[in-house]
């Protein structure tokens, strides 16, 4: 899988017994959809439900859009829960959050 942020390689790496994909280049990381474990584990639920399009929120849509090289698009800029700021793919259903963004939960450590 290709990072959305910066295109290069994402590679699994294992976060409180949970694998998902992470950016070794930028640090982003990518939630398949289906990977409720991992939402839950990271504590990201809350973050995701409560959702809204950045543009919307803000009127400032972000300059740089993530993009999904699976679907061969854009993804959707979001912002949930204590501003959490991650982008989603309407096509799979993917979820990228940028390296700032899992710090800024705390649910992310780097190793
Ligand atoms: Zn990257
Ligand atoms: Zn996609």
Known sequence: MKCPGC???MVQVEVQSIEIDR???CGGIVLDKGETDAIEVL???HVI???VAVGAASGEPRTTSARCHACDRDM?????AGDIEYDWC???ER???DRGELTALGAFVDA
Do not use: K, Q, T, Y
């Open 43 to 45: 504590g990201l639920s």
């Open 49 to 51: 439900e409560g959702g």
């Open 90 to 92: 309407d096509g799979c």
């Open 23 to 25: 950016c070794p280049a």
């Open 95 to 97: 979820l990228f959050f």
């Open 7 to 9: 295109a290069n390689d």
């Open 76 to 80: 959707i800029a979001l912002r949930g």
